[in-house]
């Protein structure tokens, strides 16, 4: 008896696992009710009696370093469990997907781009704005529509401050705060109080253009525009310049792009007429200069302005504004290759 459990003892001492499974293997080979050890226990009865003392501890002993061992084995799967779990560190990764850049973000950089390497650089300012920055400023008449609760968001208790209606406002503060020349791009989000459609909506984005220097003339104003164009729509792009009317520049024209779908033959996009318009533009007018403390006698300057969602459309064909707001990935994700 005493070299079986020698033996046994022997055993124990080298139990090793590789996972639960064969560690409960284990125990009910040495621990269960019908375990090695207990089948010893069992026959301790015909162990003759001057030998009991002797076999008895010896039984003990291999009883308590069995459950000692298969214990400490159990703690060692218990703590690897823990710190990685069932981990398989040879799996490939779970890719990531990767988002896309939004549409208007794409045209905005675009324009941005095209504009920064004609030397302007990007100004920027409040959406909240004052009376003074986004309308009196630049020279909107006291009743001017544009005023109106129609156009505008007022706040309610503050009469005075708007929502901007145009990033113009931001080319009043850098002529209040910079004297020429002046050289700037004003990106940014505008709001106008516009029931929401598919070809309209109560907030937009616009990049506005301001050049003002000593001797700059429309001449300067076309040229920047009609080299816009080709950068935006392709080297063969021609533009026409409408007279038109804003209050902060005279004179003031309306530019169109022969429309790049049909070529200028004439399509449903641009209404057979082979043109699309696509922003606004003008001298600035000597009213506005003087109001930013710029004297008129000594500089001039041009302005322009156009809608990011306007420019998107004529590239991409987005039939319905809404979707630039929407953030339905379906819409976004086709902008995955476009930049
Ligand atoms: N601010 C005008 C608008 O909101 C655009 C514009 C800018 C027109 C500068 C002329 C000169 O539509």
């Not at 064909?317 to 504004?321: A, H, N, S, T």
């Given at each position: 008896m005493i070299s079986k459990i020698n033996q046994l003892l022997q055993e124990v001492e080298a139990l090793t696992a590789g996972n639960a499974d064969e560690l409960e293997a284990l125990r009910i080979k040495?621990?269960?009710?019908?375990?090695a050890v207990n089948e010893l226990m069992t026959d301790?009865?015909?162990?003759?009696a001057d030998q009991k003392k002797e076999v008895g501890m010896r039984l003990n002993e291999l009883k308590t370093r069995a459950q000692e061992r298969i214990a400490a084995l159990k703690e060692q799967f218990e703590s690897m469990d823990s710190d990685?779990?069932?981990?398989?560190?040879?799996r490939s990764a779970y890719p990531v997907p990767m988002g896309t850049r939004h549409p208007l973000s794409i045209v905005k950089n675009e324009i941005i781009s095209i504009f920064g390497r004609l030397g302007f650089s990007i100004a920027e300012g409040p959406e909240i704005e004052d009376d003074w920055h986004v309308f009196s400023a630049l020279n909107f008449a006291e009743d001017h529509p544009a005023r109106d609760m129609q156009d505008t968001f007022f706040i309610e208790s503050h009469p005075d401050i708007i929502l901007r209606t145009h990033t113009s406002s931001v080319q009043t503060r850098t002529m209040e705060s910079t004297q020429p020349p002046i050289r700037v791009i004003c990106p940014g989000r505008v709001y106008r109080n516009e029931a929401i459609s598919y070809r309209a909506h109560c907030f937009f984005h616009q990049v506005e253009g301001l050049y003002i220097d000593k001797q700059v003339s429309f001449t300067d104003l076309k040229q920047v525009l009609l080299l816009f164009a080709r950068e935006m729509f392709g080297a063969d792009t021609k533009i026409r310049l409408r007279p038109s009317y804003f209050p902060f520049t005279e004179p003031s024209a309306e530019m169109d792009i022969s429309c790049h779908i049909c070529g200028g033959k004439g399509c449903p996009f641009c209404k057979h007429t082979g043109w699309v318009e696509i922003l606004g533009c003008g001298m600035v007018d000597p009213n506005v200069l003087r109001n930013c403390h710029i004297d008129p006698d000594v500089y001039s300057g041009y302005a322009f302005g156009m809608g990011v969602e306007r420019i998107a459309n004529l590239k991409y064909?987005?039939?319905?504004?809404r979707l630039f707001s929407e953030n339905d990935v379906r819409f976004l994700r086709e902008f995955e290759h476009a930049y």
């Open positions: 040495y621990l269960s009710k019908k375990g301790f009865r015909n162990v003759p990685c779990g069932d981990i398989d560190l040879t064909q987005v039939k319905d504004l």
